[in-house]
């Protein structure tokens, strides 16, 4: 058997969250272990086509841990949210509403990595962080929660002890399922086309979502892919049309693609291959139990929209690094975890709700619910205190930055 393990926290997913939460509570001071089943990335392999959009907060957060750094080469600035209102008869653009970063901040709004270099430039950067451990391979099979600790059983065979356990596991979330604790879950019988492309006209670094029905389809701005601009589309869809739209080959998928980008950017060409993800909201019951803490996914999971997604779970990662700062001899204990649900629950439902209302809303096929639509964010962007409102609250709450 190998040697026993004990660690101030072990978290168990290595994704992208669960990388973030290793860095930031390594950077904090403690001993941390992360564990993820998945194999390593190998360089060459089929790459991840999704990227991941960062919110101030987020990179704040980010830079804090000392990642940012590391990642900002990769990064393209988002200076513009454009919303495009194609809800009319003919599917063409019939409004274009400009969320300008510059009516709130001196900064972008935030910033678009691929998923394929966070992965890599977050693990290079924990392996020269001595109190941290990325263990690639090696999953969470057993968890028994003590009073003053969590025993953990690794696929491997490793017992770990930690004060504190972090399920960053991702929806169907293991440690979730280990500890006994249940979801609620919003279906909407959508899926997440999730691709790449290039395009002849430049984004501008202008992420543009394009309603009509069925859901949004957003093009957010990547660095050029062989001299030719490019862009992360995440097309959101019924899921028969998912369907018949996944079946396709290349150049007919393009071609129905750039359609339903309006032509904004010229023709669109793929630049790698497509996967599908089904869209719902689902919501732990609980956040805590024990010495475990849900962060992520584990804890909830959102559709595709306003990078709200990763952005809350960073949140949940700067709760709990606060938590942990502010009384590190209480790391893991009830004190600590009441805090935190505490804190975190009410954020999470409101953001939950308020990214399942605009959903339902971009799923909108009778035409009076588009043209409904389409007059209430016309109303919305007109008002400039409105506007700068629902800006600065899509940013997320402040307080991910340096703790006191």
Known sequence: MPDPVDVDILISGGGIAGLAATAVLARAGFS?????????????????LRSTAFLQPSVDLLAWAGLWDRLAPAATALQVMRIVDAGGADGA?????????????????????????????????LAAVPNAAFRA????????????????????????RARLLVAADG??????????????TWRYGQKALTFAVTHPIPHGHVSTEVHRTGGPFTLVPLPDHEGMPASAVVWMERG????????LDDAAFAAEATARSCHLFGPLTLAGGRAAWPVVTQTAARLTAGRAA???????????????????SLADIATLRDLAVADAAGLGGPAMLDAYEAARRPQVELRARGVDALNRASMAGAPPLRDLRAAALAVLHGAAPIRRTLMRAGLGRPGTGAPA
Do not use: K, Y
Not at 32 to 48: K, Y
Not at 111 to 118: E, V
Not at 171 to 184: C, E, K, N, T
């Open 240 to 247: 028969p049309e998912a369907e018949r739209l996944m079946a």
């Open 32 to 48: 941390v272990l992360c564990v993820d089943p998945a194999p390593p990335v190998v360089e060459g392999a089929a790459a991840d």
């Open 137 to 160: 391979g090696v999953g969470t099979a057993r968890v028994t929660l003590r009073e003053a600790e969590a025993r953990v059983a690794l696929s491997d065979g490793t017992p770990v």
């Open 93 to 125: 653009p019939r409004a274009v509403h400009d969320f300008d970063a510059a009516d709130v901040s001196d900064r972008p709004f935030g910033w678009n990595l691929p998923n394929r270099a966070l992965r890599r430039e977050m693990a290079a950067h």
């Open 294 to 312: 849900l962060v992520a996914e584990a804890a909830h999971v959102m559709p595709p929209i306003g990078a709200q997604g990763l952005n809350t």
């Open 171 to 184: 929806r169907d979330s293991a440690v979730r399922q280990m500890l006994g604790i249940p979801v609620r």
